[in-house]
């Protein structure tokens, strides 16, 4: 049987281009399906989520013009968004601004981050936050090529199917914390790979102040080895936590109670999922089946495959392992809440899972590799339907 011919340099050099322009293309295909959601006088805001009719908005937020949805349209980056305009919740007014003021006003890291790209001019700030989201996922496509280089065909497949997944478009889409709060897990990642403890417990502490559930990605700090080692570690996760304490301390401050409290977000271990799944199939199955039902069933079964997948890596020296168990188990213990919808929230809390698994999937060899990726990313399927991006 004669032998395949030998791949040369030149033709090695062309896959490796078109890969390249592949991830370029799909990375314009991104920026022009922003640019849609373009509308004159409001700019960028229909991203927002803001409501109709604006009641129990801020007044500075009243005096610019930004999109409105119909009530059922709007979403929870309105709230961020006002905390944008009043980073530091001086005015009382922002009470009424917000639906639940403690539980929005302790995710403050990315309305700060929009009040200083806003150089603190409202109009600016209102346009910064929507937009925010598209800056960091630029900037977190370049970060992933650290690990998921897209001049393969399996680079540039894994590469798509963090930067494309469902969770992330959707932070995008509607100018939520996920995405830029999955670039600081990045780089905590990238700092704990080169030994810097303390560097990449600063930036998941960071990272707590935009997302509580972010500080599960100190257990991507790096793992000692010795009694003195085992004490810097408690020092690093103890600088992890100080960020978030202080922030809270200050908002007791404000609201005489704890702004632990919020949503019940979490519920019975592995209960919910059951439902979930077992809803989901009867659905999908039954004779009022539609194409929504049908994402939402590829979503729970990618989750799970990724979170079978880490179970059968078992890779505890890697820090994208152990920073994607705990987002799997709290896959399995979040609120019907979060799942609620096609596909839901889940998509979005469960990034550093979608991440984790992908990152760790390059490591396969053979055969198995496509069957892993497959049904491990069946959530790019919603995905496709958010590109381009439509008017809410």
Not at 47 to 61: K, N, R, Y
Not at 112 to 132: R, S
Not at 225 to 239: D, F, I, K, M, V
Not at 294 to 315: N, P
């Amino acid at each position: 049987m004669a032998r395949p011919a030998p791949v040369t340099t030149a033709g090695r050099g062309r896959s490796q281009w078109m890969c390249t322009a592949v991830a370029v293309g799909l990375a314009a295909l991104l920026l022009a399906s922003v640019a849609r959601l373009y509308h004159p006088p409001y700019g960028f805001t229909e991203m927002i989520g803001f409501a109709s009719p604006g009641t129990g908005e801020l007044p500075v937020l009243q005096a610019i013009p930004h999109y409105r949805h119909p009530p059922w349209g709007s979403y929870d980056g309105q709230f961020y968004a006002q905390l944008a305009l009043e980073p530091l919740l001086r005015d009382p007014a922002i009470d009424a601004a917000l639906d639940l003021p403690p539980y929005r006003a302790r995710r403050i890291l990315f309305s700060w981050t929009a009040w200083a790209l806003g150089l603190g001019q409202p109009a600016w700030i209102l346009q910064a936050y929507a937009l925010q989201n598209l800056l960091f996922w630029l900037i977190l496509a370049l970060v992933m090529t650290r690990w998921l280089r897209p001049d393969t065909p399996r680079g540039v497949a894994l590469w798509t199917a963090c930067l494309f997944s469902h969770g992330l478009l959707h932070s995008v889409r509607s100018a939520l914390l996920d995405g830029p709060s999955m670039l600081l897990i990045a780089l905590a990642i990238a700092a704990s790979e080169r030994g810097r403890l303390f560097t990449s417990a600063a930036i998941v502490g960071v990272a707590g102040l935009g997302r509580e559930t972010n500080l599960l990605a100190s257990l991507g700090l790096p793992w000692p080895e010795g009694r003195r080692r085992w004490l810097t570690l408690a020092a690093g996760l103890a600088l992890a936590a100080l960020p978030l304490i202080l922030w809270q301390d200050y908002l007791r401050a404000i609201y005489r109670s704890t702004s632990a409290v919020g949503h019940d977000q979490l519920d019975l271990p592995v209960i919910v999922y059951l439902r979930v799944l077992r809803q989901t199939v009867r659905q999908t199955l039954g004779d009022g089946s539609n194409l929504l039902s049908t994402f939402k069933l590829g979503v729970i079964v990618s989750l799970t495959v990724q979170t079978v997948y880490l179970i059968y890596r078992r890779e505890w020296a890697s820090p994208w392992w152990r920073v994607a168990v705990p987002y799997a188990l709290l896959m399995l213990t979040v609120h019907k809440v979060v799942w609620d919808g096609y596909p839901g929230a889940v998509t979005r809390v469960t990034l550093p899972l979608v991440f984790g698994f992908n990152v760790l999937l390059a490591g396969e060899t053979g055969r198995r590799f496509w069957p892993w990726f497959v049904f491990g990313n069946l959530h790019l399927l919603p995905a496709a339907m958010l590109l381009p991006f439509h008017e809410g």
